[in-house]
């Protein structure tokens, strides 16, 4: 029997590689967006080349969408294998000028997103022997840079979520999270969005690994928590930045 996955904020960046990798190896492939045109367009792309692939307009932060895109998903299939928790916003401003609203907003979509997610996809993934939750947190749940405080405390949040539902889900469930670092989504934002960003020698320099990293780095990590090569894998938090983290900096 196929694999059924769902993925959140599919229409660009690492959500669109998630959803053609887990397409071309033949699942049914269920994501959201609030970005139609985007998700209409990936849907439309990964089709033309035999995916089973559904996008639905919906937003994480909604619960009406969230519940209704989750009975889509059962009528559909019956079942869920994975959900990936991958939308996620950010929003840069110091804390004395972000507004409750934007406080709110960016803890709405990257935490209570993946709670509302989750609590609707548990009855599906409970429906298969092999039902896995993954959370895209951030190497900044760890660490930051000045004037991030909503999106690390979303995705410090995401790490403590991780573990509690690990516990509170196995042994049906296995959750874990993966979190990337420095991830360059130029080559997979839809065509007509953004200018490419212009990555420099000394990006790929400060990387213990050599280089800064892509959307299949972190694929290829979904692919294995996904997997049944990872059944003792829960509760976990997969860092993948290339060893940026682990990195010491003393001033010049
Ligand atoms: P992106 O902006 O390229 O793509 C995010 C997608 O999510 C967009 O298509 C957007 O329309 C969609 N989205 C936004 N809000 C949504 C909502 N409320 N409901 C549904 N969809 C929504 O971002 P990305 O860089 O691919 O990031 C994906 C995830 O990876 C995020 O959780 C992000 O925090 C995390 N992350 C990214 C990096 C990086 O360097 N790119 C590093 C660490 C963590």
Request: aromatic share 8%; charged share 25%.
């Amino acid at each position: 029997q196929h694999q059924a996955v769902a993925v959140t904020g599919g229409g660009q960046g690492i959500g669109r590689a998630l959803v053609q990798y887990f397409s071309r190896k033949g699942a049914g492939v269920h994501f959201i967006d609030t970005d139609p045109e985007a998700g209409r367009e990936w849907e439309e792309k990964l089709r033309a080349e035999g995916g089973r692939v559904w996008f639905t307009r919906a937003d994480v932060s909604k619960e009406e969408e969230v519940r209704r895109w989750m009975e889509e998903v059962d009528a559909r299939e019956g079942k869920l294998d994975l959900l990936c928790n991958n939308a996620g916003i950010m929003i840069r401003k110091t804390v004395e000028e972000l507004s409750l609203e934007e406080w709110n907003r960016v803890l709405g979509v990257n935490l209570t997103g993946a709670f509302l997610c989750v609590k609707y996809a548990v009855p599906l993934l409970r429906k298969t022997d092999q039902g896995a939750i993954l959370n895209i947190a951030s190497t900044r749940g760890l660490m930051s840079e000045p004037d991030t405080e909503s999106y690390s405390a979303s995705k410090g949040g995401i790490l403590a979520f991780t573990h509690a539902l690990a516990v509170s889900l196995g042994p049906d469930i296995r959750v874990n999270a993966v979190s990337p670092g420095w991830i360059d989504v130029t080559p997979w934002q839809k065509t007509y969005a953004r200018e490419p960003e212009e990555l420099r020698e000394v990006d790929h320099r400060q990387h213990p690994a050599g280089r800064v990293g892509r959307p299949d780095d972190i694929v290829r990590a979904a692919a294995f928590l996904a997997s049944k090569e990872s059944d003792f894998i829960t509760g976990a938090n997969l860092i993948i930045d290339g060893g940026m983290t682990v990195k010491m900096i003393y001033e010049e």
